[in-house]
Nanobody
């Protein structure tokens, strides 16, 4: 069983920055895809960014150039920690942000992700 612990959410003014972190613990580590999703009130959960086992990243169009996902330690380190640096935030970015993880190579769909964090609130004021 894996455990994901998120941190770093909060309240920020429009134009500001926040950094989210996600630490993944597992008994036996295998290469994972890590991802961030978000869900705003009354909306469906949507893909934000992902980090593949080889270090490649993919971003939703609405965060390209503003958000950067990276690995804080080596891919085979446990707990494995990834971060999401968010800049130029605007009120539309207000949502609960979820970290997700799954062994192997995954894409933008939330369904294949096996492990999820509890979510962290990001609120951007205008």
């Amino acid at each position: 069983q894996e455990q994901l612990v998120e941190s770093g959410g909060g309240l920020v003014q429009a134009g500001g920055s926040l950094r989210l972190s996600c630490a993944v613990s597992a008994r036996t580590w295998v290469p994972h895809t890590m991802a961030w999703f978000r869900q705003a009130p009354g909306k469906e959960r949507e893909f934000v960014a992902l980090l593949l086992p080889n270090g490649n990243t993919d971003y939703a169009d609405f965060v390209k150039g503003r958000f950067t996902m990276s690995r804080a330690n080596a891919e085979n380190t446990v707990p494995n920690t990834v971060s999401l640096q968010m800049t130029s935030l605007n009120p539309d970015d207000t949502a609960v942000y979820f970290c997700a993880a799954s062994p192997g190579w995954r894409g933008r769909s939330a369904t294949p992700y096996v492990y999820w964090g509890q979510g962290t609130q990001v609120t951007v004021s205008s």
